[in-house]
């Protein structure tokens, strides 16, 4: 059993509903936990998304697993956070074939309880229980009290924050990653119009994700009149690390030079000085390359609001299943809502 709230004791008593079910689903993977007591997580496993027709297969396998099974006399209540806008009873998908009733999916499930949410704003809900479980990028110390920032790119680009409201905090449900690209060199420039090439808006989340990386290699052999090899994003982040190859290593600089400017725009949106993080399943994987990357110095290059920037802290989310503790804390907030 996995338990990330330092703060709760090993005697945390059970739920009082029984066993909770808790999913993090993204346009990869689809992530599941079973929660026996507030912030302790069981059964832990990954499922491939593309290994199941629907979500209610994969949710269905995963409750058949018998060491899942073996945990849980039934599930009453459940929560998901996905990775895509939770606007309403139907949910579809952006970045996997996946669509869904909500309420259909309950009465599918046999459920009393089924809660949907954005993913980066379940992510987001987690940011304040994250001790030992981040890194510090550079320097800049939080502001109490302040806004957080959080974006984070996989298969696509998540961007959320996390805002003080009295003695709680409140998740913004975001869609920043489908803003506007904005390159700030020459190179980037270059980079936005061979974009152009394959589609009529480039969002930031065009460049900042696993898709980016192999967009960003294409663009950087076409600037440099080299053949393109077909390269997925692991193999370039791999030969990169690996020293491998020049040009690739190139693709991980010139994408964490991106992030970095797309974290600092999020920072002066916000106004988060209590610190930006960064998530997602490419950036902890880069390791020492990313700290050793443009990301701060871009993060702080502002102009005459670069001292401002200087102050704010920023973070690599280093927890295997953050978004759990979120997602969890949001369900125990509609559950104690509903009983009052």
Not at 121 to 133: C, E, N, T, V, Y
């Amino acid at each position: 059993m996995t338990d990330f709230s330092s703060h709760l004791a090993s005697t945390t008593p059970a739920h009082a509903g029984g066993v909770r079910l808790l999913a993090d689903i993204g346009g990869t993977n689809a992530r599941f936990a079973l929660e026996p007591a507030p912030g302790r997580f069981a059964a832990i496993e990954v499922l491939s998304c593309n290994d199941h027709a629907t979500l209610g297969d994969a949710l269905r396998a995963y409750l058949a697993l018998p060491q899942v099974a073996a945990l849980h006399g039934g599930i009453g209540h459940a929560a998901i956070a996905i990775a895509n806008p939770v606007v309403g009873d139907q949910v579809r998908m952006t970045n996997h074939h996946w669509a869904f009733s909500i309420e259909a999916l309950r009465q599918e499930c046999g459920l009393d309880t089924l809660l949907v949410v954005n993913d980066f704003s379940a992510l987001a809900r987690s940011l304040p229980h994250l001790d030992g479980q981040k890194l510090q990028v550079g320097g800049g110390a939080p502001v109490a009290d302040a806004p957080l920032g959080l974006l984070g790119a996989g298969t696509g680009l998540g961007v959320s924050g996390l805002i003080p409201l009295a003695a709680h905090w409140t998740a913004l449900r975001s869609e920043g990653g489908h803003v506007s690209f904005s390159p700030v060199n020459e190179r980037e420039v270059a980079i936005l119009q061979f974009a152009w090439r394959e589609f009529e808006h480039v969002s930031s989340e065009r460049l900042l994700s696993g898709a980016g990386v192999e967009l960003i290699y294409r663009a950087l052999c076409d600037q440099a009149g080299r053949a393109v090899e077909s390269l997925a994003a692991p193999e370039i982040s791999r030969r990169a690390l690996a020293g491998e190859c020049t040009l690739c290593d190139e693709v991980l600089e010139t994408f964490c030079g991106m992030l970095g400017t797309a974290a600092g725009n999020l920072a002066i949106t916000l106004g988060a000085q209590g610190g930006v993080y960064i998530g997602g399943g490419i950036v902890p994987r880069l390791g020492e390359r990313f700290l050793a990357s443009s990301f701060r110095r871009r993060f702080e290059q502002r102009g005459r609001f670069s001292s401002y920037m200087a102050a704010i802290p920023t973070y690599v989310i280093t927890a295997d299943y953050p978004a759990f503790l979120g997602v969890s804390s949001i369900l125990s907030e509609k559950l104690s809502a509903s009983s009052k």
